[in-house]
């Protein structure tokens, strides 16, 4: 049984910092593609940034500078620190495993960024 268990997310002032965590089970973690998307409220779910098996990294333009994906493959969990945090930022967030056309989801965590 595969799980992506998302944790991490919260209330915080703009400027603010979070780190999310997605801890993987039932998957070949290192084998995987993982990345993170959001979904605000009333808008389509988005990429926020990816990282390859080897470690390659993609971010959304919205993001860049602010935001930092890594993974441990040790413990099966992917990270995503978000510093310099907007009040556009806030939305659900969600961990995405992917290898080939197999994709499994999280449940997504809450990130609200407002004074």
């Known amino acids: 049984q595969v799980e992506l268990v998302e944790s991490g997310g919260g209330l915080v002032q703009p400027g603010g910092s979070l780190r999310l965590s997605c801890a993987a089970s039932?998957?070949?973690?290192?084998?995987?593609?993982m990345g993170w998307y959001r979904q605000a409220p009333g808008k389509q779910r988005e990429l926020v940034a990816r990282?390859?098996?080897?470690?390659?990294?993609i971010y959304a333009d919205s993001v860049k500078g602010r935001f930092t994906i890594s993974r441990d493959n040790t413990k099966n969990t992917v990270y995503l620190q978000l510093n310099s945090l907007k009040p556009e930022d806030t939305a659900v967030y969600y961990c995405?495993?992917?290898?080939?056309?197999?994709?499994?989801w999280g449940q997504g965590t809450q990130v609200t960024v407002s004074s």
């Open positions: 995405n495993g992917q290898i080939w056309t197999v994709m499994y």
């Open positions: 039932g998957i070949i973690f290192s084998h995987y593609g």
């Open positions: 990282i390859t098996s080897g470690g390659s990294t």
